[in-house]
């Protein structure tokens, strides 16, 4: 099932509305993480710098043909050998991936379905104990050029109340300028 009001706009339009490496310098993206797994590449935006940055791989899914298809044929620089972009319904599907095994999961711009627990838990089972989720979206508490209606947005503090129950600790909200804000989830070591 695709997300509700997960489509995107033209390209340059969507890449000129985030500071990239801003929001993966606040989620500490770099060079100490391996694996990763991002729910939905679309154009690619965030997987390319994620690449370009990581130790590992980028395991990519996205529901829409068109957006793996992007995807890989920017991934085709000899500098990004360690992108796997694939056509995948993640709601329906999970990501495919064994448990434990990712750093990172990507929950970017994606969580407003309106039955975030599941993708929240999927994106938690398949990183390792003290891995991390990391989540971006658009602020619902300032006029926003894009984004799906305010009503559905997750705000901060609703990322948190679902992560708890998951064995996920929240750290503190990152403001992601100009309109998103962040916050990382860490998954508790195992007791
Ligand atoms: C709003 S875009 C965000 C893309 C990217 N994460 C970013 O922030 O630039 C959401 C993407 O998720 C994809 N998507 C929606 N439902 C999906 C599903 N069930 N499985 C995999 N991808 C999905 C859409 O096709 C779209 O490319």
């Not at 894009?146 to 708890?164: H, K, N, S, T």
Request: hydrophobic share 40%; charged share 25%.
């Amino acid at each position: 099932m695709k997300v509700p009001d997960s489509g995107m706009p033209e390209e340059a339009y969507w890449e000129s509305l985030f500071d990239v490496p801003l929001v993966l310098d606040r989620l500490g993206v770099d060079g100490t993480v391996r694996d990763v797994a991002e729910f939905g590449c679309g154009y690619g935006t965030f997987t390319l710098p994620v690449a370009g940055r990581i130790a590992g791989t980028v395991f990519t899914y996205d529901i829409d043909p068109l957006m793996v298809e992007r995807t890989r044929r920017r991934a085709k620089d000899p500098r990004l050998p360690n992108v796997q972009a694939a056509l995948r319904d993640v709601i329906a599907d999970g990501f495919g991936l064994p448990a434990d095994g990712c750093d990172a999961s990507l929950l970017f711009n994606i969580l407003h379905f309106p039955d975030p627990q599941v993708l929240l838990a999927e994106a938690a089972r398949i990183i390792r104990p003290g891995g991390r989720v990391l989540v971006i979206h658009w602020r619902s508490d300032i006029p926003t050029p894009r984004g799906p209606d305010i009503a559905v947005r997750p705000r901060y503090e609703q990322v948190c109340a679902l992560a708890d129950p998951l064995g996920l600790s929240a750290g503190p909200a990152l403001d992601l300028p100009p309109w998103h804000f962040g916050v990382v989830l860490t998954k508790e070591p195992r007791r």
